[in-house]
């Protein structure tokens, strides 16, 4: 009998034990390197005087109170965009096709990663990127209109540095960063930088054909007056 209630106890602890230690589990937070961990539910004031309702995890892990706060969790990975713009007007008035590839994230980094809370926080991951997405091309556009087709399809990657600029404001107003943008392809439906290129190329070979024939002009006026030389040595000689 005594073995029975020594064996029942025992049996009853370990259920105890079990129960507090899935209890515990469940209260754990553990926030992966790649994401961040917003824990929402008890009201907080910030450094700057501000009172918010959440708390926000960056790695490591923490407890959460049963039934009072809820926890949530952002992506923080790198994703590549492709932006492209169809008609996008440049100075001039001539319509531009450009493509372009970014890298853009959710910012993890104050204060930016309050932004992205506020604004991002339960949105799938394909809207937040569509936003992004959406807002780079609106850039792509602003910036078109302060240059010409030259500019634009000579110098991309000052193209591409003035369009970081543009956009970099925006997206960290949504919470999100830009790590980097590549201008790929630059054409236009009316062949404006063709005829562009074509031209500088017939340039190009006038100036080749220009400087070709100063040069043989120049070795037939030096082969001239050597002959001369040699003429009159010989004169002098005889």
């Given at each position: 009998?005594?073995?029975a209630v020594a064996a029942a106890m025992g049996a009853v602890f370990l259920g105890i034990l079990l129960a507090i230690?899935?209890?515990?589990?469940?209260?754990?937070?553990?926030?992966?390197?790649?994401?961040?961990?917003?824990?929402?539910?008890?009201?907080?004031?910030?450094?700057?005087?501000?009172?918010?309702?959440?708390?926000?995890?960056?790695?490591?892990?923490?407890?959460?109170?049963?039934?009072?706060?809820?926890?949530?969790?952002?992506d923080l990975r790198t994703i590549p965009i492709e932006v492209a713009v169809r008609n996008a007007y440049s100075m001039?008035?001539?319509?531009?096709?450009?493509?372009?590839?970014?890298?853009?994230?959710?910012?993890?980094?104050?204060?930016?990663?309050?932004?992205?809370?506020?604004?991002?926080?339960?949105?799938?991951?394909?809207?937040?990127?569509?936003?992004?997405?959406?807002?780079?091309?609106?850039?792509?556009r602003g910036v078109l209109a302060t240059l010409t087709p030259e500019e634009v399809n000579e110098d991309r990657l000052?193209?591409?540095?003035?369009?970081?600029?543009?956009?970099?404001?925006?997206?960290?107003?949504?919470?999100?960063?830009?790590?980097?943008?590549?201008?790929?392809?630059?054409?236009?439906?009316?062949?404006?930088?063709?005829?562009?290129?074509?031209?500088?190329?017939?340039?190009?070979?006038?100036?080749?054909?220009?400087?070709?024939?100063?040069?043989?002009?120049?070795?037939?006026?030096?082969?001239?007056?050597?002959?001369?030389?040699?003429?009159?040595?010989?004169?002098?000689?005889?």
């Amino acid at each position: 009998m005594d073995l029975a209630v020594a064996a029942a106890m025992g049996a009853v602890f370990l259920g105890i034990l079990l129960a507090i230690t899935i209890a515990v589990k469940t209260l754990i937070v553990i926030c992966l390197p790649n994401e961040m961990v917003v824990i929402t539910g008890r009201r907080r004031m910030m450094p700057d005087g501000r009172e918010i309702g959440y708390r926000i995890l960056r790695g490591g892990r923490t407890l959460r109170i049963p039934l009072i706060e809820r926890v949530s969790r952002i992506d923080l990975r790198t994703i590549p965009i492709e932006v492209a713009v169809r008609n996008a007007y440049s100075m001039g008035g001539i319509p531009l096709l450009v493509q372009g590839i970014a890298n853009v994230k959710v910012s993890g980094r104050d204060p930016t990663s309050h932004n992205a809370v506020e604004r991002l926080l339960d949105k799938p991951f394909g809207e937040v990127m569509q936003i992004a997405k959406d807002t780079l091309e609106g850039n792509l556009r602003g910036v078109l209109a302060t240059l010409t087709p030259e500019e634009v399809n000579e110098d991309r990657l000052k193209f591409a540095q003035r369009l970081i600029e543009e956009a970099d404001e925006d997206l960290r107003k949504l919470g999100l960063e830009l790590d980097t943008l590549k201008i790929q392809n630059v054409t236009d439906e009316v062949n404006y930088l063709g005829s562009i290129g074509r031209q500088k190329t017939a340039e190009i070979l006038k100036i080749s054909r220009v400087a070709e024939a100063q040069r043989d002009a120049e070795a037939e006026q030096t082969e001239a007056a050597s002959r001369q030389a040699a003429q009159v040595a010989s004169l002098q000689a005889d």
